[in-house]
């Protein structure tokens, strides 16, 4: 592909679809407001873990890949807003003054002529009511399209050429350019019929996402009740039925997840969802009540939780594919709780650094002390480190007394063999309903 791009925000979504399109001979012109990423990406540091990233920045930053805080002043092909629209934790509305921030840049430092491409997740209406305006305050006319990033982590480069990239417009010409744009990057392209229509496909993939993997949990807590392995009853409703299939109880986090239904919420215009919110507080919740299940065993089998030593396996949000991304942790909203129990909470992750454990509230240790200096263990993630423990030998001489494997990975066996008290999300082997 034979052109000058340019990607405003150096997140994950701007860092990997630059990789990406570096990989296929577009000359990308990266542009962040935080002087600090654009020092560390311009040596070739990478501020975010993505398989195959580092490798492409290595090799190319300074001869196809450029970093800096603007735009360059030189002819782009297109120009790709990429910047971060979080949700305010107060009013769980979006915030989208990066978004017009990035809009101002690019209607400053390019021309009429370029393709501006919307890639950040924004409620529906948006491209349209907040980026045009200022293309067109500046130029008088827009080519403009949307064209929603859909990766999963830990598979975005993979991803980024397998999966159809969808892409709206405002207008034929727009379409046209943005398809061209995207079909030399992926294998596939699904042009939709407006800006809109563009937006709404991220935003429903992510919504349905969390609906389905709330009715997980949902089976989890009500199994729970009855003192019955959600599992089991998951694998055999699945068994051989020919109805969709029912999802494993798990977290639900990361940076999409835990704020799209809320966007999505956000462009209801007047209508108040059924399912959108009640999923994504149930998901919510997990953690909270997981939290409080992990300090009623410990207390039933203490006498208290002051001072007991937990350690906690998986700080990031998800374990696989593998990633060291803290949006919508887990472990966010258990630490409150840890806390005012007492407890002495350590922390391991196989890609999160000791730096952040720590700011996170917890003590980091090696894989062998969380288990050997370990009054409780609990299992957040299911990072292949974790499916590759041989818990025995880990317990061997261990003073552990309780293990809660929220993903279900461990050797329950080994771990009651040695007199080991074993749960996880919804289940507790003896039976006992929770009241």
């Given at each position: 592909?034979?052109?000058?791009?340019?990607?405003?925000?150096?997140?994950?979504?701007?860092?990997?679809?630059?990789?990406?399109?570096?990989?296929?001979?577009?000359?990308?012109?990266?542009?962040?407001?935080?002087?600090?990423?654009?020092?560390?990406?311009?040596?070739?540091?990478?501020?975010?873990?993505?398989?195959?990233?580092?490798?492409?920045?290595?090799?190319?930053?300074?001869?196809?890949?450029?970093?800096?805080?603007?735009?360059?002043?030189?002819?782009?092909?297109?120009?790709?807003?990429?910047?971060?629209?979080?949700?305010?934790?107060?009013?769980?509305?979006?915030?989208?003054?990066?978004?017009?921030?990035?809009?101002?840049?690019?209607?400053?430092r390019c021309h009429p002529e370029t393709l501006v491409v919307v890639r950040s997740t924004v409620p529906i209406g948006a491209t349209r009511s907040?980026?045009?305006?200022?293309?067109?305050?500046?130029?008088?006319?827009?080519?403009?399209?949307?064209?929603?990033?859909?990766?999963?982590?830990?598979?975005?480069?993979?991803?980024?050429?397998?999966?159809?990239?969808?892409?709206?417009?405002?207008?034929?010409?727009?379409?046209?350019?943005?398809?061209?744009?995207?079909?030399?990057?992926?294998?596939?392209?699904?042009?939709?019929?407006?800006?809109?229509?563009?937006?709404?496909?991220?935003?429903?993939?992510?919504?349905?996402?969390?609906?389905?993997?709330?009715?997980?949990?949902?089976?989890?807590?009500?199994?729970?009740?009855?003192?019955?392995?959600?599992?089991?009853?998951?694998?055999?409703?699945?068994?051989?039925?020919?109805?969709?299939?029912?999802?494993?109880?798990?977290?639900?986090?990361?940076?999409?997840?835990?704020?799209?239904?809320?966007?999505?919420?956000?462009?209801?215009?007047?209508?108040?969802?059924?399912?959108?919110?009640?999923?994504?507080?149930?998901?919510?919740?997990?953690?909270?009540?997981?939290?409080?299940?992990?300090?009623?065993?410990?207390?039933?089998?203490?006498?208290?939780?002051?001072?007991?030593?937990?350690?906690?396996?998986?700080?990031?949000?998800?374990?696989?594919?593998?990633?060291?991304?803290?949006?919508?942790?887990?472990?966010?909203?258990?630490?409150?709780?840890?806390?005012?129990?007492?407890?002495?909470?350590?922390?391991?992750?196989?890609?999160?650094?000791?730096?952040?454990?720590?700011?996170?509230?917890?003590?980091?240790?090696?894989?062998?002390?969380?288990?050997?200096?370990?009054?409780?263990?609990?299992?957040?993630?299911?990072?292949?480190?974790?499916?590759?423990?041989?818990?025995?030998?880990?317990?061997?001489?261990?003073?552990?007394?309780?293990?809660?494997?929220?993903?279900?990975?461990?050797?329950?066996?080994?771990?009651?063999?040695?007199?080991?008290?074993?749960?996880?999300?919804?289940?507790?082997?003896?039976?006992?309903?929770?009241?």
């Open positions: 592909m034979s052109m000058k791009i340019g990607v405003v925000g150096m997140g994950y979504v701007g860092l990997t679809l630059t990789a990406a399109l570096a990989r296929k001979g577009v000359v990308v012109h990266g542009a962040d407001a935080n002087p600090a990423v654009v020092e560390s990406l311009s040596s070739g540091r990478l501020h975010v873990y993505e398989p195959g990233v580092a490798e492409v920045f290595e090799e190319c930053v300074g001869t196809t890949v450029f970093i800096d805080t603007e735009l360059p002043s030189i002819w782009l092909d297109a120009a790709i807003i990429c910047v971060s629209t979080p949700i305010d934790e107060t009013t769980l509305r979006p915030d989208l003054r990066s978004l017009a921030a990035a809009a101002e840049h690019v209607a400053e907040v980026v045009l305006p200022a293309l067109l305050a500046r130029w008088g006319r827009a080519r403009l399209a949307m064209a929603p990033e859909r990766t999963i982590q830990g598979q975005a480069l993979r991803e980024l050429v397998d999966l159809p990239q969808v892409v709206g417009g405002l207008d034929e010409e727009s379409l046209h350019l943005a398809t061209e744009v995207f079909g030399g990057l992926a294998e596939r392209v699904s042009p939709v019929s407006s800006l809109e229509a563009a937006e709404m496909v991220k935003l429903a993939n992510n919504c349905h996402t969390d609906v389905i993997y709330s009715y997980g949990n949902e089976m989890a807590l009500i199994a729970e009740r009855h003192g019955l392995d959600p599992l089991e009853v998951i694998q055999a409703a699945n068994a051989g039925y020919p109805r969709p299939d029912l999802i494993k109880p798990g977290y639900v986090g990361g940076g999409c997840l835990s704020k799209d239904p809320y966007i999505m919420l956000a462009s209801t215009s007047g209508h108040t969802p059924y399912l959108i919110g009640a999923a994504r507080r149930l998901n919510e919740h997990l953690p909270v009540h997981v939290a409080e299940r992990m300090v009623e065993l410990i207390r039933t089998e203490f006498g208290t939780a002051e001072k007991v030593r937990l350690s906690v396996l998986g700080w990031a949000y998800k374990g696989w594919p593998p990633t060291d991304d803290m949006r919508g942790t887990p472990i966010a909203p258990m630490m409150p709780i840890f806390r005012a129990a007492g407890l002495s909470v350590r922390g391991h992750d196989p890609l999160v650094s000791p730096q952040v454990i720590r700011e996170y509230g917890g003590h980091p240790v090696s894989l062998d002390k969380a288990f050997s200096e370990s009054d409780a263990l609990l299992v957040i993630n299911d990072h292949p480190d974790y499916r590759a423990i041989e818990v025995g030998h880990l317990l061997e001489g261990a003073e552990l007394r309780i293990v809660f494997d929220s993903w279900r990975i461990l050797d329950e066996a080994a771990i009651t063999g040695r007199g080991v008290r074993y749960a996880g999300i919804g289940y507790q082997p003896s039976g006992v309903p929770v009241r």
